[in-house]
């Protein structure tokens, strides 16, 4: 999940910072870059490679821990790309949350990198690294000392190490994957694909699970399409057992997997929004194209930001609420009760509950200042995440006027000086608006209920596209077709 950042001027008082990774370089794991180009198929398996070891690693368990219920981070797991008790325990979290703070302090201009200089782009690149990897320790070691793995006591410092290192491994593993794909080697980023499969994944077994589950009115099925059949060839009271399989509360129901299609229809027709610039070549005479600006001009990454904001935020608070709840402070923070038979974690009161989605429209009614918070704070970070995101990334209406200008492309009717005025018409405007729609698309999908949370579909449907966009564009340029 590569992150960029704009070209600036380095002052030696912020380049001895970047120097403070430099003895790291030679440690740090990294994929070299391709010394010839890579095939369309070489690329697609070298993806499903990357894929298949990620799905692997979601399915072997940690050793040294302790058999448990209780699981405190149940909502971040889908989004996070994790999975409770195997190597892939902590996601997708470090990475992301080192990248967010990196372009957050390059984009403040707290750390200034010359994208023009490939030894600020390695250190930048190192140091990011380094930190998703202390992360990933520092991460490991609070979910030891804060009892997820069983008493600490019980536990002993033997297993309690043995447990960090696995996390750090599994960290550097998906580091590794998301740099294979990131350079070359493979198709789109590590980490957006991983995400997208959790969440499909967790679609399809929420609507075809096998599962069975007793909840007191008889055994019912987890899958809601297989629960809907089940209850009307058993149930003698059809209309019943209909509103049973459309509207039950404690499992996946028929109406979740409806709102979970109708978000993925929109957000699908809102993809297709964009303005086409009409541009056209100083060098060659009558080459002329389009540059597109969509609506969603900074994809999933706003979202993406507001998780892992959202993820870390919930995080701290819970494991300080285990430790200290007794304290007037930390409950302002958040307070947490474990509900359901898998002992999952909910806010119930502090900052971390008027920041959670509430369960459905009947959950606003009841507590309108719980949705209208959460709705403001969505809706407000998602906006100045995908705006800020331009400027930190390099995709800002100056970076793309450069970019032109680089190519000795032009807009035809407008003169090179106007050049930047007109693009800013548009480019922030989108960024801000596309920041927007997403925000509500997702509070939306919450609101209905959709399975995945609407940030898990917001997210699953724009790779989803980036992936075809990219399948066209590889296989036009191999074969002089479109894949789609």
Same mark, same amino acid.
């Given at each position: 999940?590569?992150?960029?950042?704009?070209? &600036?001027?380095?002052?030696?008082? +912020?380049?001895?910072?970047?120097?403070?990774?430099?003895?790291?370089?030679?440690?740090?794991?990294?994929?070299?870059?391709?010394?010839?180009?890579?095939?369309?198929?070489?690329?697609?398996?070298?993806?499903?490679?990357?894929?298949?070891?990620?799905?692997?690693?979601?399915?072997?368990?940690?050793?040294?821990?302790?058999?448990?219920?209780? !699981?405190?981070? @149940?909502?971040?797991?889908?989004? +996070?790309?994790?999975?409770?008790?195997?190597?892939?325990?902590?996601?997708?979290?470090?990475?992301?949350?080192?990248?967010?703070?990196?372009?957050?302090?390059?984009?403040?201009?707290?750390?200034?990198?010359?994208?023009?200089?490939?030894?600020?782009?390695?250190?930048?690149? *190192?140091?990011? %690294?380094?930190?998703?990897?202390?992360?990933?320790? *520092?991460?490991?070691?609070?979910?030891?000392?804060? *009892?997820?793995? /069983?008493?600490?006591?019980?536990?002993?410092?033997?297993?309690?190490?043995?447990?960090?290192?696995?996390?750090?491994?599994? /960290?550097?593993?998906?580091?590794?994957?998301?740099?294979?794909?990131?350079?070359?080697?493979?198709?789109?980023?590590? #980490?957006?694909?991983?995400?997208?499969?959790?969440?499909?994944?967790?679609?399809?077994?929420?609507?075809?699970?096998?599962?069975?589950?007793?909840?007191?009115?008889?055994?019912?099925?987890?899958?809601?399409? #297989?629960?809907?059949?089940?209850?009307?060839?058993?149930?003698? !009271?059809?209309?019943?057992?209909?509103?049973?399989?459309?509207?039950?509360?404690?499992?996946?129901?028929?109406?979740?997997?409806?709102?979970?299609?109708?978000?993925?229809?929109?957000?699908?027709?809102?993809? *297709?929004?964009?303005?086409?610039?009409?541009?056209?070549?100083?060098?060659? =005479?009558?080459?002329?194209?389009?540059?597109?600006?969509?609506?969603?001009?900074?994809?999933?990454?706003?979202?993406?930001?507001?998780?892992?904001?959202?993820?870390?935020?919930?995080?701290?608070?819970?494991?300080? @609420?285990?430790?200290?709840?007794?304290?007037?402070?930390? &409950? $302002?923070?958040?307070?947490?009760?474990?509900?359901?038979?898998?002992?999952?974690?909910?806010?119930?009161?502090?900052?971390?509950?008027?920041?959670?989605?509430?369960?459905?429209?009947?959950?606003?009614?009841? !507590?309108?200042? =719980?949705?209208?918070?959460?709705?403001?704070?969505?809706?407000?970070?998602?906006?100045?995440?995908?705006?800020?995101?331009?400027?930190?990334?390099?995709? &800002?209406? %100056? !970076?793309?006027?450069?970019?032109?200008?680089? %190519?000795?492309?032009?807009?035809?009717?407008?003169?090179?000086?106007?050049?930047? =005025? =007109? $693009?800013?018409?548009?480019?922030?405007?989108?960024?801000?608006?596309?920041?927007?729609?997403?925000?509500?698309?997702?509070?939306?999908?919450?609101?209905?209920?959709?399975?995945?949370?609407?940030?898990?579909?917001?997210?699953?449907?724009?790779?989803?596209?980036?992936? #075809?966009? #990219?399948?066209? %564009?590889?296989?036009?340029?191999?074969?002089?077709?479109?894949?789609?």
């Amino acid at each position: 999940f590569s992150f960029g950042s704009g070209r &600036s001027s380095t002052p030696p008082r +912020m380049v001895r910072f970047l120097q403070l990774t430099k003895p790291f370089l030679s440690i740090l794991p990294e994929v070299a870059q391709p010394t010839q180009k890579i095939q369309f198929r070489e690329k697609l398996l070298w993806t499903v490679i990357t894929l298949f070891l990620f799905l692997v690693c979601c399915q072997i368990p940690l050793y040294g821990i302790k058999a448990t219920d209780v !699981d405190p981070f @149940y909502w971040m797991r889908v989004v +996070m790309a994790s999975n409770r008790g195997t190597l892939m325990e902590l996601g997708i979290s470090p990475i992301v949350t080192s990248s967010l703070v990196m372009q957050l302090l390059a984009g403040s201009k707290i750390i200034q990198v010359d994208q023009s200089s490939k030894e600020d782009r390695n250190l930048f690149n *190192g140091a990011q %690294k380094l930190f998703g990897m202390l992360i990933t320790v *520092g991460q490991g070691t609070a979910y030891v000392l804060s *009892g997820m793995y /069983g008493d600490p006591r019980e536990l002993g410092i033997t297993n309690g190490f043995l447990i960090i290192l696995q996390l750090m491994f599994a /960290g550097i593993i998906v580091i590794i994957l998301d740099e294979l794909l990131q350079k070359g080697y493979g198709l789109g980023s590590g #980490i957006s694909l991983f995400i997208a499969t959790n969440i499909c994944e967790n679609i399809v077994w929420k609507s075809l699970s096998p599962t069975t589950v007793n909840s007191g009115r008889g055994v019912e099925f987890e899958g809601a399409i #297989i629960a809907l059949f089940h209850l009307l060839i058993t149930r003698t !009271d059809k209309v019943r057992a209909l509103r049973e399989a459309f509207y039950r509360s404690n499992l996946p129901n028929v109406t979740n997997l409806l709102a979970t299609v109708a978000v993925f229809l929109v957000v699908v027709f809102f993809q *297709g929004f964009r303005v086409e610039l009409p541009v056209r070549s100083q060098q060659v =005479h009558g080459q002329q194209g389009t540059y597109p600006i969509k609506l969603f001009y900074t994809s999933n990454i706003p979202i993406i930001l507001q998780t892992a904001m959202v993820s870390n935020l919930y995080f701290m608070s819970q494991v300080v @609420y285990r430790r200290y709840g007794e304290y007037p402070f930390v &409950s $302002l923070f958040g307070q947490w009760e474990s509900m359901g038979a898998q002992g999952q974690s909910v806010p119930v009161g502090g900052l971390a509950y008027y920041l959670s989605p509430p369960t459905s429209l009947w959950s606003v009614v009841q !507590d309108p200042i =719980h949705g209208f918070i959460y709705i403001a704070f969505v809706l407000t970070t998602c906006a100045v995440f995908s705006k800020t995101w331009i400027e930190v990334s390099g995709t &800002s209406a %100056k !970076d793309v006027a450069k970019e032109l200008r680089e %190519k000795k492309m032009y807009l035809p009717g407008h003169r090179d000086t106007s050049l930047l =005025h =007109h $693009l800013n018409r548009y480019i922030p405007t989108a960024a801000a608006l596309g920041g927007l729609c997403i925000g509500v698309l997702s509070v939306t999908a919450d609101f209905m209920g959709a399975i995945g949370s609407g940030t898990g579909i917001l997210l699953a449907v724009s790779t989803i596209n980036q992936y #075809i966009e #990219i399948f066209n %564009k590889e296989t036009r340029k191999e074969f002089g077709a479109d894949w789609f």
